[in-house]
């Protein structure tokens, strides 16, 4: 088998984020949980972005922000993900490809009349971000825009949980999988956050015991996924079924279970801006650990430097901001 190109792929929904820091009287005025995500349609999200003062707009996207913090790391990196040919379409492709990522997806037509996938990203004071995501061009995110070539060039394909929210994309999803699987390539999943895995727990139960290589997920996430309340007895389910879990603890560090050893990695405090991506960043620094064949533990470190540097400022991304008319 010949040397990947890529050190990683990412798949995921390809999102333009739109943030606005806000008081809490906004986010429960708007009856949303504190830090959880909303799926809108294009009138709430325009009402929405009508109450709020909008700080700036950014590429977004839990599996395009590894991409682009991994790419910063000195990964090889190529993403694919649904966009259309709008101008939010054509930001987020730029900001992209600025990062020296392989972006071979063809975008929608404008005329289709389905715009580029935003997620409103309601930030507090304390740095919480709640967000609200209308899915738009994602939703026609299908297993022909994974090309087998481009699964077959990559170490490992990284795939956000958030795919099976749209059926589509969730074929996607699993078509991608097996295409790495038959080109002897490793699969990444992330359980995206506690609300997905609530909705798609059985089919990540089954990804998590026979799909997936490796498993990043927060202690929140994991908790929901086994249905359990104690981090222990999570701990040990998720030994038993996956060669390598990457779970993320806020402040309390990161631990990584891989190679029949659990190690737990404490975390380098910083002042908390935002949160928003957090978790992303976390597993682009890890992955890039581990394309440069570090071990786990200096994997891990190398993750929470990534998310130190996104919590300290606005947004998801180490780009600069810019803004639609
Ligand atoms: C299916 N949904 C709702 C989503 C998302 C999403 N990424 C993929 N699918 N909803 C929000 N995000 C992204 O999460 C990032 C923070 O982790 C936002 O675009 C934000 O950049």
Do not use: W
């Not at 040397?3 to 986010?27: E, K, M, R, S, T």
């Not at 087998?148 to 958030?162: C, F, K, P, Q, R």
């Not at 795919?163 to 589509?168: G, I, M, N, R, V």
Request: aromatic content about 6%.
């Amino acid at each position: 088998m010949s040397a990947p190109q890529h050190d990683l792929l990412c798949i995921g929904n390809a999102i333009v984020d739109v943030l606005a820091p806000v008081g809490q009287d906004l986010i429960d005025g708007l009856g949303a949980a504190a830090g959880s995500m909303t799926l809108i349609d294009a009138p709430t999200a325009h009402a929405i972005e009508s109450r709020v003062d909008i700080e700036n707009v950014t590429g977004g996207g839990s599996g395009a922000n590894t991409a682009v913090v991994a790419a910063r790391m000195g990964a090889k990196v190529a993403y694919l993900g649904k966009v259309t040919a709008d101008e939010a379409g054509d930001h987020f492709t730029r900001d992209i490809r600025e990062q020296g990522i392989t972006f071979p997806s063809e975008p929608l037509p404008a005329a289709d009349g389905t715009p580029t996938a935003r997620c409103i990203v309601l930030v507090t004071p304390e740095g919480q971000r709640t967000m609200f995501t209308y899915l738009g061009a994602c939703t026609e995110f299908t297993p022909e825009d994974v090309h087998e070539s481009v699964v077959a060039d990559a170490a490992i394909t990284y795939l956000e949980g958030y795919l099976y929210d749209k059926p589509q994309a969730q074929e996607a999803f699993e078509h991608a999988a097996r295409l790495a699987r038959k080109a002897n390539r490793q699969v990444a999943l992330t359980l995206s956050d506690t609300f997905c895995v609530e909705r798609h727990r059985a089919a990540f139960h089954e990804l998590v015991a026979g799909h997936v290589d490796i498993l990043f997920a927060n202690e929140a996430e994991l908790l929901a996924l086994y249905e359990v309340t104690d981090f222990e007895e999570a701990v040990a389910q998720v030994s038993a079924e996956t060669k390598l879990a990457v779970i993320t603890r806020g402040e309390k560090g990161a631990v990584v279970i891989g190679d029949g050893e659990r190690h737990d990695v404490p975390t380098t405090e910083v002042k908390v801006v935002d949160t928003t991506g957090a978790g992303d960043a976390f597993a682009a620094g890890f992955l890039a650990g581990l394309s440069r064949k570090h071990d786990l533990v200096t994997c891990a470190k190398l993750g929470n430097q990534a998310a130190g540097e996104i919590i300290t400022r606005y947004g998801a991304r180490p780009t600069e901001a810019f803004t639609l008319t």
